[in-house]
């Protein structure tokens, strides 16, 4: 049974650094193809995707955002982590992590956890 | 960056109804698309991948198709728990993108 779970602080004050980590169970990131990203939802509005890393190190980031992401992984302790420097308000929204299986989207999501930034 | 656009915005119809959500991409995707719903304060669940195919586990009444630029979501007869907001997103190229969302609601 594959899932994953977000961690991470609910409430951030403005131009401080959010890391967010993702724990999952029932797959291995050292696995061919696998992959784990990271989308986020602000209250009321669509779906946005923010970054992916895979199993062989690759990682992709939303243009957008890519001078304030980072996203890393630990391959031991089945994590995922993304860091998000200088938050703004518009950074509010629910942060979502997701797997990503070979040729497949996004199949398993975490619960998704608030992140409010305000000072 | 490949633009989604999903159409219609809202959707009003009733239990039994067939329903057909329409996704355009601003630029070929292949098949390289999938469909999810989200149901309020939930994570969005994956139905259809690669334009198609049916995730394990969803129900047979969903069903997708399309290539190139235009894609389409048919509910074949609605159900009381399909009431939610649909998403298409192309994984063809980064960054993915999504749709705007199609929210179902009951007529």
């Known amino acids: 049974q594959i899932t994953l779970k977000e961690s991470g602080p609910t409430l951030v004050k403005p131009t401080q650094t959010l890391t967010l980590t993702c724990t999952f169970s029932?797959?291995?990131?050292?696995?061919?193809?696998?992959?784990v990203g990271w989308i986020r939802q602000p209250p009321g509005k669509a779906l946005e995707w923010l970054a992916v890393?895979?199993?062989?190190?690759?990682?992709h980031y939303s243009p957008s955002l890519k001078s304030r992401l980072t996203i890393t992984k630990d391959t031991s302790k089945n994590q995922v982590v993304l860091t998000v420097t200088n938050v703004d308000p518009v950074d509010t929204g629910t942060y979502y992590c997701?797997?990503?299986?070979?040729?497949?989207?996004?199949?398993?999501w975490g619960q998704g956890t608030l992140v409010t930034v305000s000072s | 960056d490949i633009q989604m656009t999903q159409s219609p915005s809202t959707l009003s119809a009733s239990v039994g109804d067939r329903v057909t959500i329409t996704c355009r991409a601003s630029?070929?995707?292949?098949?390289?698309l999938a469909w999810y719903q989200q149901k309020p304060g939930k994570a969005p669940k994956l139905l259809i991948y690669?334009?198609?195919s049916l995730e394990s586990g969803v129900p047979s009444r969903f069903s997708g198709s399309g290539s190139g630029t235009e894609f389409t979501l048919t509910i074949s007869s609605l159900q009381p728990d399909d009431f939610a907001t649909y998403y298409c997103?192309?994984?063809?190229?980064?960054?993915?993108?999504f749709g705007q969302g199609t929210k179902v609601e009951i007529k």
């Open positions: 997701a797997q990503k299986g070979l040729g497949r989207a996004l199949g398993y």
């Open positions: 029932g797959f291995s990131l050292s696995t061919n193809g696998v992959g």
């Open positions: 890393i895979y199993w062989n190190d690759d990682e």
């Open positions: 630029q070929s995707i292949s098949s390289w």
């Open positions: 690669k334009a198609s």
């Open positions: 997103q192309q994984y063809y190229i980064y960054p993915w993108t």
